[in-house]
C-alpha cells in the first residue's frame, strides 16, 4: 500500500474555508484513483471528490461548485479545497489512492483522517 498523510483541517465558522493536503509516498502517477471521502458518526465514508490518472474529475452534489480537488504531481500531493463551508460538511475527511498492480489486483489506500468542523 502507499502511505497517504493528511494535514489541514480543523474548526471553521460557516461560510469559511480549509484546506486538506494528502501527500502520497510513491508517485501519484502511479495511482488510477485518488481523492477524499467523508465519514460522519453512524454512517459509511461517501466520495467528496476524486481524481483519475488521465486528469478526469468527479463531485458530490452536495460540494460542486465550492470544492475543487486539484494535485501537485511534483509535490505528490493531493488537495481538497473547501470554500464557503457549512456544518453538513463537518466530518472525517480520507485520503484515498487506488493502484492497479500486475499480478496483484486494486490496491487501495487511505489516509489517517483529519477532521472538519462547521459551526454555526
Known amino acids: 500500500q502507499v502511505q497517504l498523510v493528511e494535514s489541514g483541517g480543523g474548526l471553521v465558522q460557516a461560510g469559511g474555508s480549509l484546506r486538506l493536503s494528502c501527500e502520497t509516498s510513491?508517485?501519484?502517477?502511479?495511482?488510477?484513483?485518488m481523492g477524499w471521502y467523508r465519514q460522519t458518526p453512524g454512517n459509511q465514508r461517501e466520495p467528496i471528490a476524486t481524481?483519475?490518472?488521465?486528469?478526469?474529475?468527479l463531485y458530490r452534489d452536495s460540494v460542486k461548485g465550492r470544492f475543487t480537488i486539484s494535485r501537485d504531481n511534483a509535490k505528490n500531493t493531493v488537495y481538497l479545497d473547501m470554500n464557503n463551508l457549512n456544518p453538513n460538511d463537518t466530518g472525517d475527511y480520507y485520503c484515498y489512492a487506488a493502484e492497479l498492480r500486475i499480478g496483484e489486483g486494486l490496491i487501495e489506500s487511505w489516509g489517517q483522517g483529519a477532521q472538519v468542523t462547521v459551526s454555526s
Open positions: 481524481i483519475t490518472h488521465g486528469g478526469k474529475i
Open positions: 510513491r508517485s501519484i502517477l502511479s495511482n488510477q484513483v
